[in-house]
């Protein structure tokens, strides 16, 4: 049994198996997971989605928006509580980056259980972020 994760660029991935695997990471609980089409149409409106698979079970997904020269948003981080630690979440940001262009700046929003996990993968804290809300 091979239990190297295999990671690939996946624009067409599946709403379902999105969910899936945010379920069985910790992101599910700040994703409108109950509603497909929407998650749906989140993948499809990214521009950069790079998935890790073992035995062709997704394991973990990075789900970004860039403009391929100067900013790219990554949105979506998430990775199987089986498979923490071992350098999957790490590996799926150095794919995306590489995907969208290393003259890019890698930029997120840490979930709130994930602010030390940033650092320890090499991401610089910046404080100065402003948000506006979602209505829905």
């Not at 991935?13 to 899936?20: I, Y």
């Not at 509603?35 to 990214?46: F, G, K, V």
């Not at 990554?74 to 071992?86: N, S, T």
Request: proline share 5%.
């Amino acid at each position: 049994m091979n239990d190297e994760p295999v990671y690939a660029l996946e624009p067409g991935l599946s709403a379902v198996e999105f969910v899936d695997v945010l379920q069985r990471s910790t992101l599910a609980e700040r994703r409108p997971i109950d509603d497909l089409p929407r998650m749906d149409q989140m993948l499809r409106q990214a521009q950069v989605i790079v998935t890790a698979r073992i035995e062709g079970r997704l394991v973990g997904i990075s789900r970004a928006l860039s403009d391929f020269c100067y900013a790219t948003y990554l949105a979506d981080l998430a990775v199987d509580r089986e498979c923490q630690g071992r350098g999957i979440g790490k590996r799926l940001i150095e794919e995306t980056h590489r995907a969208a262009g290393k003259q890019t700046m890698i930029i997120l929003i840490a979930a709130p259980g994930a602010r030390t996990y940033y650092p320890h993968v090499g991401l610089e804290p910046h404080d100065s972020c402003w948000i506006v809300h979602r209505d829905g």
